[in-house]
């Protein structure tokens, strides 16, 4: 029985890393594509380090994949919002998806570049001056 638990959980680990690389291909900008690699990536590893517990039961085996599972959780999130920070404060331009399409950005009220007064970058904006 953990025979065909664990193949399933691989085949569905496998999938959602496949579903990863694919938003990571076809997504339009940064933001998506880093969206689509941590949240069905995340999932994807955690689903094939549960397989491995599920059919190699030893203590030792089930106890890495508690770290790993772990790792995963704490990391992936805070490395895609400082990727995200880094590349808004940069200016990367949204794509609004797969279709291309601009979309708003409600946070930079039309202005690229630095944040107006924002100093610790060592670039000034003078377009509020």
């Given at each position: ?32 594509r ?16 549960i397989a491995?517990a599920?059919?190699m ?26 990727v995200?920070?880094?590349?808004w ?9 797969v ?24 670039v ?6």
């Amino acid at each position: 029985m953990s025979e065909l638990i664990g193949s399933v959980l691989v085949l569905l680990g496998a999938a959602f890393a496949a579903v990863a690389g694919l938003g990571v291909l076809r997504f339009g900008d940064v933001f998506l594509r880093m969206h689509a690699a941590t949240k069905a990536g995340t999932l994807g590893v955690g689903l094939l380090a549960i397989a491995a517990a599920v059919m190699m039961p030893a203590d030792t085996v089930i106890a890495r994949t508690v770290l790993v599972i772990a790792f995963l959780l704490l990391t992936a999130p805070v490395a895609a919002h400082l990727v995200g920070r880094a590349a808004w404060r940069n200016g990367t331009p949204l794509t609004g998806g797969v279709d291309g399409k601009d979309v708003v950005d409600e946070w930079r009220d039309g202005r690229r570049g630095p944040i107006a007064g924002d100093t610790r970058s060592g670039v000034t904006d003078h377009s509020t001056d």
